[in-house]
Structures are given as C-alpha cells and as structure tokens.
C-alpha cells in the first residue's frame, strides 16, 4: 500500500512515522512525523495515481487572536502561494497549513516530499509574520488613537 | 561503571522524533541519524569525557575550485556561531562540526534543536554561496 511504503520512506530519511486513523469522511490516512520542531501530517489517499497533503499547525500569540483579521491574513498570504491552503482552527488559536497534492505517483512525491516540507513550513512563517504584522500596526494605532483622544 | 554519556543526546533525538544508532567502540562513543535525509553524527571520545562534537559531511560538487571553497568556508566560519568547517577527505567532502566542552551532554539536550538547525544553515549556506560566488 501507498501509505506503508511511504511511512518506510519517511523512517529511511531519519523520522519517526505514527500511521493514524483513517480521516473522517474520508478515505484518508494520515501519517505523522517530526521535523524541526514541527509535527507534520501527511494524508494519502490511496490510488492509481495516489493524492497526498501535508500539513502542519501553527499557534497564534494570544494577544494576536483576532479571528476576522487573521482570516483576512491568511487568505492574501495564500495568494502569493499557489496551492498552499490555510485554515483557522481551535476557535483561531491555531492555523494550519496545508499544500494539497492531487494525483501524484509516489515516487514523485517522495521525491519531492523536503522540499514541499519546506513549502509549508515556509508558508506558515509567511503567514504567521503577516498576523503578527498586523496586529502590531494594530496596536500601534490603537495607541495613537487613543492618545489623541485623549486631548491636551 | 563506565556510563553512557551519550544517552541525553539519544532522548534529545527522541524528542526531536528522529531515528538513531548507536557504533561504540574502545576509543569513541558514536551516534549516527539522519533528518530529512541527510546525515549526522554525534561523537565523544572515551579519554576526553568533556569533548562532544556534532556534525555532517557534504560532497564537494565535482570540480570545484579549492580556492574558491576556501573563501567561502572562511567566510562561514567568520560569519556563523558554533559552526566550524573545514576540508576533509582527500579535499572532496566538507565537514561541518560543532564541538563542545560540557561537563555533561545533559547541558546540549535543552539546546539540541538549535545546535542542528545551525548545521543545517551552514550547509544550506555553504552551498549556496559556492553557487553563486
């Protein structure tokens, strides 16, 4: 099977593999690993030839938990992306970064796999700074505003 | 009893859900993994208790210019923290190390994730830069 052979990949390139259940609603399964740090998903969908995605998450600061805004963030950074996908969760303490690869045989995919690690990796520093961004020019001109309020 | 001093860095690699093996001998204590790929080792000498070195080796592309290598290693080594790099092997692989004085590796495991990403810089970098130069 597709996934079997691409968790023996993954273990030959240095990394512990957990097989987790099957996605729900989906023929999915998910493969799960660490890289620097992160905890990554990849999910394959078995067939001739096999789809795969990898995704990983991201925690947004407290103080910058702005669900419209960052939602607003995360779809111009994605613009600049190309299949790269973002999505709000845990009530928008997190957001996780997906790039989806339809019809890809395996070989590809393993063949390319660091290197679309690294594209979702660089995806969501690209997106969280964009938050973060914003939310510092935020709180900057909440400051300003306030002080003007305030009157002399 | 002679313990195994390497064993914090084994669990640091845990934590980092890396794979690892162990190649012991009456001279060293050697630990080999691999992350995305590409390969490392963890070294400490029997006689030098305090002595841990981490590093990786990198195939000089064929035909590169020695002159050139050299430029651009000392500008890593002047540029990078922790990082030492040098020629190794017949002048074909390059050599990227850390080396640390520790009373124990216990003091590296905290700081284990950050001492592999300035390996994995300095190769990205080195690599670069000789492209480009």
Redesign the interface.
């Known amino acids: 099977m597709t996934r079997d052979d691409l968790a023996r990949y993954i273990?030959n390139?240095?990394?512990?593999v957990e097989i987790g259940p099957p996605r729900e609603g989906s023929d999915a399964v998910e493969l799960l690993?660490?890289?620097?740090?992160y905890?990554f998903s990849v999910g394959v969908r078995e067939g001739d030839p096999p789809g795969f995605d990898v995704a990983t998450a991201y925690e947004i600061p407290p103080w910058a938990r702005e669900r419209a805004q960052n939602a607003i963030a995360l779809q111009e950074t994605a613009k600049d992306l190309g299949n790269v996908r973002f999505l709000l969760a845990s009530n928008g303490k997190n957001f996780v970064v997906t790039l989806v690869l339809e019809k890809t045989p395996l070989q590809e995919f393993q063949r390319d796999l660091?290197v679309n690690?690294a594209r979702v990796r660089e995806g969501g520093v690209a997106a969280l700074e964009r938050i973060l961004n914003r939310s510092e020019s935020r709180a900057a001109a909440n400051k300003f505003i306030k002080s003007l309020t305030r009157g002399s | 009893m002679d313990t195994d001093r390497l064993a914090p860095l084994e669990l640091a690699l845990e934590e980092?859900?890396?794979?690892s093996t162990r190649d012991d001998d009456d001279d060293a204590l050697r630990i080999a993994?691999?992350?995305?790929?590409?390969r490392y080792f963890i070294v400490s000498y029997r006689d030098d208790p305090n002595f841990v070195m981490v590093g990786s080796g990198w195939s000089l592309p064929e035909g590169a210019d020695r002159e050139r290598v050299m430029r651009t290693m000392n500008a890593l080594n002047a540029r990078k923290k922790f990082v030492k790099a040098a020629l190794w092997e017949e002048e074909n692989d390059v050599l990227f190390t850390i080396e640390l004085c520790v009373a124990t590796p216990e003091e590296i495991r905290p700081h284990f994730?950050r001492l592999?990403?300035v390996l994995r810089d300095s190769a990205l970098e080195f690599f670069a830069e000789l492209r480009a130069t």
């Open positions: 273990e390139e240095g990394h512990r690993f660490r890289s620097r740090g905890v660091w690690v | 980092e859900g890396l794979l993994f691999k992350s995305e790929g590409d994730g592999l990403d």
